[in-house]
């Protein structure tokens, strides 16, 4: 659903807001780094990028209102691949160096390009419809806990747990599994917080944007995710 009101800015964040917020504060790069070679985080998450088209490309192909689908789809998957390929060889390709916002970005132009409008709609309506029919009862029950803090944890953990369904609950049941341990390392590599050598061994990487708190944020990170 679209809103025809007027946009304004989130009265909370620091104004000016072009010069004091940032939507991606993953350390992707330092200034140390050679910007004609991407870092290890920008090749995670490149990898990232790259492992998601044959799931985008299959959901672009079942898009019922757009004719020759699997034609744009494969279109799609193509130019996308290339695109990301590029971004390896000289990360200041297409507007780089990447992070999370210019892939979405491009990713989303592509399909645009092609012929799709949202890939996505169909699963949104069903998702919205069945959410829609369970929203009164929620309101209802958070509204009978007296407690205001309880009360206000309660909608703070059912935000986290809409962002959470988001990923899909294949890989949120994975993510919770013992074999998701075994790719630990490689989230905390698209996380900008270590480094992996060659030889697999695993070393913290010396982030300013988080000084001396980065190794008490993997704890926290095992610990959200169930892995200490």
Same mark, same amino acid.
Request: hydrophobic share 35%.
């Given at each position: 659903?679209?809103?025809?009101?007027?946009?304004?800015?989130?009265?909370?964040?620091?104004?000016?807001?072009?010069?004091?917020?940032?939507?991606?504060?993953?350390?992707?790069?330092?200034?140390?780094?050679?910007?004609?070679?991407?870092?290890?985080?920008?090749?995670?998450?490149?990898?990232?990028?790259?492992?998601?088209?044959?799931?985008?490309? !299959?959901?672009?192909?079942?898009? $019922?209102? *757009?004719?020759?689908?699997?034609?744009?789809? #494969?279109?799609? &998957?193509? %130019?996308?691949?290339?695109?990301?390929?590029?971004?390896?060889?000289?990360?200041?390709?297409?507007?780089?160096?990447?992070?999370?916002?210019?892939?979405?970005?491009?990713?989303?132009?592509?399909?645009?390009?092609?012929?799709?409008?949202?890939?996505?709609?169909?699963?949104?309506?069903?998702?919205?419809? !069945?959410?829609?029919?369970?929203? $009164?009862? *929620?309101?209802?029950?958070?509204?009978?806990? #007296?407690?205001? &803090?309880? %009360?206000?944890?309660?909608?703070?953990?059912?935000?986290?747990?809409?962002?959470?369904?988001?990923?899909?609950?294949?890989?949120?049941?994975?993510?919770?599994?013992?074999?998701?341990?075994?790719?630990?390392?490689?989230?905390?590599?698209?996380?900008?917080?270590?480094?992996?050598?060659?030889?697999?061994?695993?070393?913290?990487?010396?982030?300013?944007?988080?000084?001396?708190?980065?190794?008490?944020?993997?704890?926290?990170?095992?610990?959200?995710?169930?892995?200490?």
């Amino acid at each position: 659903m679209e809103s025809s009101g007027e946009m304004v800015a989130f009265p909370l964040l620091t104004t000016p807001i072009e010069s004091n917020y940032r939507a991606c504060t993953i350390p992707y790069r330092f200034p140390s780094d050679n910007p004609k070679n991407p870092t290890p985080t920008e090749l995670a998450w490149i990898d990232l990028f790259l492992n998601s088209i044959p799931s985008f490309r !299959k959901r672009a192909e079942s898009d $019922e209102t *757009v004719p020759d689908a699997h034609i744009k789809a #494969e279109k799609f &998957a193509q %130019r996308y691949t290339e695109i990301l390929e590029d971004f390896k060889k000289d990360p200041e390709s297409h507007g780089g160096p990447p992070d999370c916002i210019l892939l979405c970005r491009i990713r989303d132009q592509i399909l645009r390009e092609v012929g799709f409008r949202d890939i996505f709609k169909k699963v949104k309506d069903e998702e919205n419809t !069945k959410a829609i029919s369970l929203f $009164e009862d *929620v309101v209802r029950l958070n509204d009978a806990i #007296e407690d205001g &803090a309880k %009360r206000v944890e309660n909608l703070v953990r059912g935000i986290f747990a809409g962002n959470i369904f988001d990923l899909g609950s294949a890989q949120v049941s994975y993510a919770l599994s013992w074999k998701s341990l075994l790719e630990v390392n490689e989230g905390y590599q698209v996380l900008g917080l270590v480094d992996l050598d060659k030889y697999g061994v695993l070393s913290p990487r010396s982030n300013g944007g988080l000084g001396g708190l980065s190794q008490g944020f993997l704890c926290q990170f095992h610990v959200a995710f169930g892995l200490s």
